[in-house]
């Protein structure tokens, strides 16, 4: 069975556009997660989708941030207007569904602001 | 604030030998104690997980400990491999969330 994927693995934007970072979970695994990965830190929780609940965005650092998905499906994460401090590796796992603890990671994608 | 502290934050060890890494953390309230190895490039991979009731737990070569009422959690590796080298990070996990520690990076040399 197929793990979680991510795209792109590598993005290299210029300061000031928009980046879109595209995350594949596990099928049937209700619950999706967004990390950011900074050099050298500890992954930051982003965002958080179970279901069809409202997402849990407390994470996000600023409203230049959103994430959607799409039913129990792929999930994007946008970045508008990207900033050199937006650069890090952004990591999405995907859990089987309440009451189940394990998450899983995909590869990520590392972006890089220039 | 909810914080986990690791230690040392490197650590380079030849192949063959044992090594143990530390993690205290803060977190309240706390569910359970996570390990996982992230090798270069890719997303981290769980090794152990342990709730607040249990004291030990292995994975192989990998022996997780927690102590609940210390904060504290060891993850101790047994006649290391090359393909060890990696990062180890602790996650303790509250109710809805994680924090994570920003890993130790282990290097098994030859």
């Known amino acids: 069975g197929a793990g979680v994927s991510q795209s792109p693995s590598n993005k290299v934007t210029e300061k000031g556009k928009d980046v879109e970072l595209r995350c594949d979970p596990i099928s049937g695994h209700t619950a999706l997660y967004w990390y950011r990965q900074r050099l050298g830190q500890g992954l930051e929780f982003l965002i958080y989708f179970q279901g069809n609940s409202a997402p849990d965005k407390s994470g996000l650092p600023s409203d230049r941030f959103s994430a959607e998905r799409t039913g129990e499906s792929v999930s994007t994460l946008t970045i508008q207007r990207t900033q050199q401090e937006d650069s890090a590796v952004y990591l999405c796992?995907?859990?089987?569904?309440?009451?189940?603890?394990?998450?899983?990671f995909g590869p990520g994608t590392r972006l890089t602001v220039t | 604030k909810n914080q986990v502290e690791q230690s040392p934050q490197s650590l380079i060890i030849l192949e063959g030998k044992n090594c143990t890494l530390q993690?205290?953390?803060?977190?309240?309230?706390?569910?359970?104690l996570r390990w996982y190895k992230q090798d270069t490039g890719r997303g981290p991979v769980s090794l152990t997980i342990m709730t607040f009731s249990e004291n030990t737990k292995s994975n192989g070569r990998y022996t997780a400990t927690l102590d609940a009422d210390t904060k504290q959690s060891s993850l101790h590796i047994t006649a290391s491999q090359l393909s060890d080298s990696a990062s180890y990070i602790c996650v303790a996990s509250g109710y809805s969330t994680l924090t994570f520690g920003k890993g130790t990076m282990l290097l098994v040399s030859p």
């Open positions: 993690c205290n953390y803060t977190v309240s309230p706390f569910s359970n």
């Open positions: 796992a995907s859990r089987a569904g309440v009451g189940r603890v394990e998450q899983y």
